[in-house]
Structures are given as C-alpha cells and as structure tokens.
C-alpha cells in the first residue's frame, strides 16, 4: 500500500481515472482550478480527452454529449459555476444520463469570495434546476473518503442512469494529506444498451432526449423518474456516527465541519456531557435511520453548518418533533472553530437542563 501527499483537487482527479473516467470537460474557477489543470496534464497519459470549454455553459452541455455515448464523464466547478451549470444537470436528469458532477463550494451569494462554504447546500440536495428532479449528493470529509466516494459517484451514475454530486468546500479542495489509491478496484462498466454508439443496423435508432412535448408523456416520465429516486432513498443513504451510543445530544455535520467537531464532542465529554454526532455522508438521499434511532432518546439536535442553515431543515425534518432542533453556523467563508461549537453545546445543554 502506497501513501501519496496531494491536495484534495487533485485526489479528486486521480480517484475518477482510477474510477475509469476519461473524459472531462470543465472551466477554471478558484477554489477547484487545480482539478482542472490537473485532468489536463494526467487525461492524456491515459488515453483520454480533456478539454478546457468556452463557459461552464458549453462544459456541462459537452459532458451531455459525451454521457449520451455511454462513457464514464466528470466536470467540475466552484458555486458560481456551479450555479451555471443547472439548465444542463436538469438535461442530464431529465434525459437519465450518468455523470460525475464536482462542486467545490465558496461564499456567497453572489460572486462572494473564495473561502469555503457549504451555503450550496439547498442548490445541491433541492434539485437545483427546474423541474421535478433530485441528484444523489456525497459529501467527503477526509480525502480518503473522497477516493471511495468519487468511485461511489461514478457507480451510482451507471446504476442509476443519474447525474451525482460529489460536493466539498473550498477548505476540502485546497488541503494536503496522505491518500492511497489501491482500495479503488476498477469494475467493468455495466451495458449501456440505451447510448448512442450507433446500431450498424442491428435494432432500432437510440433516442435520447429530455424533451417531452406530449403532456401525458412528461408526466408519465416524471412519476417513472420518482420511482427511481424512491429507491434511491431506500438504498443508497449514507451515514457515519461518532460518540453517538449513548449520547444524550447529538451534533450533525458534513464535511470538513465533521471535523471540527469532533474536538468539540471530545471537550463537551471532558466536560461531563454526553454528546455524540451524526455525520450524513448522502446529503441526498438525506439519511433517515440515525434519526428514527436516536430521537426518541435525544435531548436536543444541533446543526453545525458553514452556512445562515439549510441542512437543518432536513434535520427537522428527520427529527419530526420528537426532540429540540438548534443551529449554529459561520458563513461568508468563516471556519467555526471547535471552541464555537463547544459554546454552542454548552449554551443548549444549559437551555435544556
């Protein structure tokens, strides 16, 4: 086993060519410019096509073309981009074609700033574009995990004929630690019988679009789309815990803020609390059963974000009334630092004795 030192943009580069992506199609923008440059130098050595487009417009129209051929595509963009990208993942959703989507969140709104954020969390896990559609999103917190995950991506795209988000922040893309690659085992890809690679007159013309003039047809098509994405929920939510057994309050985060509070759960335990956390690791499917397990005992919920609070609506969610739901969070690019979160701990401990 083998460790290399490499920044989070780049693990994420490596992982989809071990993970059999050859095709990448994107645009620069800090904080995620090193995983382009990097497909740049390493798509070549292995037989593969990068290409540096126009706007993140034209790249995410470029990854619809190159997913309608059936291969194994990413692109990747920071929020800004991202949020240009959206009329083109609804086409990718709408036509079910798998894709490998990379958002390496910054401040904003707007064209805000270039330190990390996770204020995308509504754009990423509520559709994004228009139309009645969802994307699996995956949410590393190491760069070990982001080996694992962006091969999960890429398997859950072919699965599921879907466009999956692999989101981190701008701390995530610009960190360096040590990453292995030997856990990732590059499978066949499944038969894509639907792409468009031509007939040689074998079988009827393929026909892929998303466009559906027939009312009763598009309707047809969305309640099949929303039986996909039923079994996505039922199969695919991800989750990790940590001090969480006999915890009495529970932190939720994602992320690099995961880690963060890690220490903060570890001082509230010196302190005598017993905190533990639930980490989401799908922020959609958003992951029901920690919260059917631990709500009927927990005295509160907190959620920690690097954003005003989107994903503690989900929490409420999960929860459904059963124990308290508070937030806390940073945002415009501010880390909360472990001591924040320990405040915040004792502060609804405090409320709640």
């Known amino acids: 086993m083998t460790k290399v030192l490499m920044k989070g943009n780049e693990v994420i580069a490596e992982a ?10 994107g645009y620069p923008i800090t904080p995620q410019s090193e995983l382009v440059a990097y497909m740049a130098r390493r798509l070549p050595e292995v037989d593969g096509l990068f290409l540096q487009a126009e706007s993140e417009i ?3 129209n470029m990854v619809y073309g190159a997913a309608s051929a059936g291969v194994r595509v990413m692109t990747s963009s920071s929020s800004p981009g991202f949020s240009l990208k959206q009329e083109g993942i609804s086409f990718l ?13 910054r401040g ?18 509520k559709g994004g574009g228009h139309g009645d559609y969802y994307t699996p999103v995956l949410a ?9 995950l962006t091969k999960v ?8 004929r879907t466009p999956v988000i692999l989101m981190g922040d701008g701390m995530l893309g610009q960190m360096m630690e040590p990453v292995e690659f030997s856990s990732v085992q590059l499978t066949d890809d499944p038969k894509k019988d639907w792409a468009t690679t031509g007939t040689r007159g074998d079988g009827p013309p393929r026909h892929i679009t998303s466009l559906q003039l027939n009312d009763i047809n598009l309707e047809n098509h969305n309640y099949s789309l929303q039986k996909k994405y039923e079994t996505i929920k039922q199969r695919e939510a991800r989750f990790d815990t940590y001090r969480a057994q006999d915890a009495e309050y529970f932190i939720v985060a994602y992320g690099t803020v995961s880690r963060i ?3 903060a759960i570890d001082a509230a335990r010196d302190a005598g609390l017993k905190v533990g956390m639930i980490r989401p690791i799908t922020l959609w499917p958003f992951p029901q059963e920690p919260f059917f397990e631990y709500r009927e005992v927990a005295k509160a919920f907190l959620s920690v974000e ?28 501010v880390i909360p630092n472990h001591q924040e979160i320990l405040k915040a701990i004792l502060d609804l401990a405090g409320g709640e004795q």
């Open 16 to 25: 989809a060519i071990h993970s059999g992506c050859k095709y990448f199609f």
């Open 58 to 60: 034209a790249a995410i």
């Open 93 to 105: 959703a709408g036509a079910e074609l798998p894709a490998v989507l990379v958002n390496i969140a």
């Open 108 to 125: 904003g709104p707007g064209l805000g700033n270039i330190q990390p954020s996770q204020s995308d969390y509504f754009q990423a896990t």
């Open 140 to 148: 590393p917190s190491t760069l070990q995990e982001i080996v694992e």
């Open 153 to 160: 991506a890429f398997d859950l795209a072919d699965e599921y």
């Open 261 to 263: 509070a890690k220490n």
């Open 306 to 333: 690097m954003s005003t609070g989107q994903m503690v609506e989900d929490v409420r969610l999960a929860v459904n009334g059963k124990a308290p739901v508070t937030f806390f969070g940073r945002t415009g690019g």
